[in-house]
């Protein structure tokens, strides 16, 4: 048997919960991510994974986050989940990975697809079990 062992303190790693200020459906409070004001020149925000529990909402979210971006960037939110072809979920893995895209919205981001620099990883109203939160955490990690 080998045992390792693995110090938990990341200095780098941080978890956080911000309470809901706005209508659920509004997803207003993602709009963090997205500076007010965005311009097509500025630097792009930190690379994310936002999960969701249902596809609906991830859909709305997407489509809201990316209307807070100029036109010309919208095509860096993207979304997907498990009922896109697994081509489809490998083009935007790719995406993300050439930060062709910025952020994703997922109800679905398997195990062993790490990316080395996403930066933010938000569970959109945590209802599931915590061993499901640690792995998408461990996303970022």
């Known amino acids: 048997m080998i045992t390792v062992h693995q110090s ?7 978890i ?19 500076l007010p004001g965005f311009k097509v020149d ?11 529990n249902d596809i609906p909402d991830l859909i709305n ?4 986050l ?5 036109s010309k ?3 860096k939110i993207h979304w997907f989940n ?3 072809s697994t081509m489809y979920k490998e083009e935007e893995l790719g995406k993300l990975i050439s930060s062709d895209t910025w952020g994703l919205c997922t109800t679905s981001f398997g195990m062993g697809m790490d990316i080395l620099d996403i930066l933010m990883v ?6 599931c079990n915590l061993s499901a939160l640690w792995q998408h955490f461990g996303q970022a990690a």
Not at 122 to 127: D, E, G, L, Y
Request: charged residues 20%; hydrophobic residues 45%.
């Open 8 to 14: 938990s303190n990341w200095p780098n790693i941080k």
């Open 61 to 64: 979210a997407a489509c809201i």
């Open 66 to 70: 990316c209307h807070f971006l100029p």
């Open 122 to 127: 938000i569970q959109w109203r945590a209802s």
């Open 42 to 52: 500025d630097p792009p925000p930190p690379k994310f994974l936002i999960f969701f």
């Open 16 to 34: 956080g919960v911000r309470k809901i200020k706005y209508t659920l459906d509004s997803f207003a409070d993602l709009t963090f991510l997205i």
């Open 82 to 84: 498990a009922d896109m």
């Open 73 to 75: 960037l919208r095509e």
